[in-house]
Nanobody, 120 residues
């Protein structure tokens, strides 16, 4: 199985920056995609950015394009999310997730989550 451990997050003022890091371990050979998702109170979970594990460029939701950068390193088994020009609406719990060939469909492995709070 794959395990994901996130770090980073915290409290930042509007317009500031934060970086999140996710390290994958275990059967990383089973990963075919990774991404960051977020859950805000009272809102549905949304996919912030996702990318194929081995090639290609990330896809982002419109609200973070130009502000967030997802970097995956399939040698170091890391998936980082660099967030700039943060807004209060970016507040939420951020999860690193992986789609693997083991388990169910979709992003079937996720980390414990890390809180990001952007104050106005």
């Amino acid at each position: 199985q794959v395990q994901l451990v996130e770090s980073g997050g915290g409290l930042v003022q509007s317009g500031g920056s934060l970086s999140l890091s996710c390290v994958a371990s275990g059967r990383t050979s089973s990963i075919y995609a990774v991404g960051w998702f977020r859950q805000a109170p009272g809102k549905e979970e949304e996919s912030v950015g996702v990318v194929n594990w081995r090639y290609g460029s990330p896809n982002y939701i419109d609200s973070v394009k130009g502000r967030f950068t997802l970097l995956r390193d399939n040698i170091k088994n890391t998936v980082d999310l660099h967030m700039n020009r943060l807004k209060p609406e970016d507040t939420g719990t951020y999860y690193c997730a992986a789609a693997t060939s083991e388990g169910g469909p979709g992003y079937n492995v996720r980390g414990q989550g890390t809180q990001v709070t952007v104050s106005s």
